[in-house]
């Protein structure tokens, strides 16, 4: 298995909404992203797990919060979002750290109403 | 602070014809860079990788070369063809950081 799988394709949401994103991969990769992407832009990180452990918090909003339960899932818990937080969301993976190759999921498109 | 600029933003060719999309870095100390390929609305799909030790790498149609001392990175595209037709993001792999920083990209739209 080389890919990485994203749930969700498609969110609408309302700002008092809960939701959750959620990203798989079973290639052993120890490394997980979280990237958020507006269009016409290129993506921009939000965060990064090492070994299930958060390394990189892009100084992103609390009502962003992510989870590893383990090594082949990540989680990104949404509550009380904005319109402005409408975009691409995109996970990646790799198999140490961001100096190796990433690997991209095909990515949630979340709308927020 | 690293800064990648791609040039141009937009190509317009027709099929068949090889092309250059160009990638510039502003601090040589990197790691690696990756070139990757996006389709509208859609996830990235990695093409290359090349490793700072590297000149280049190749797959298939597509050859990226790498000079870290200039800061410049090509991607050559052989016998292009109307399925390449996608937005190329170029990202290098920073020292001392655990980030990814991409170029804005390039759009290719391939003409049949």
Known sequence: DTEVTQTPKHLVMGMTN???LKCEQHMGHRAMYWYKQKAKKPPELMFVYSYEKLSINESVPSRFSP????????????HA???EDSALY?????????WNEQFFGPGTRLTVL | KQEVTQIPAALSVPEGENLVLNCSFTDSAIYNLQWFRQDPGKGLTSLLLIQSSQREQTSGRLNASLDKSSGRSTLYIAASQPGDSATYLCAVAQGGSEKLVFGKGTKLTVNP
Not at chain 1, 68 to 76: A, E, G, T, Y
Not at chain 1, 90 to 98: M, P, V
Request: with cysteine.
């Open chain 1, 90 to 98: 995109l996970c990646a993976s790799s198999l140490g750290t961001l």
């Open chain 1, 81 to 83: 979002l904005q319109p």
């Open chain 1, 18 to 20: 809960k939701k959750s």
């Open chain 1, 67 to 78: 989870e590893c339960p383990n090594s082949s899932l990540l989680n990104l818990h949404l």
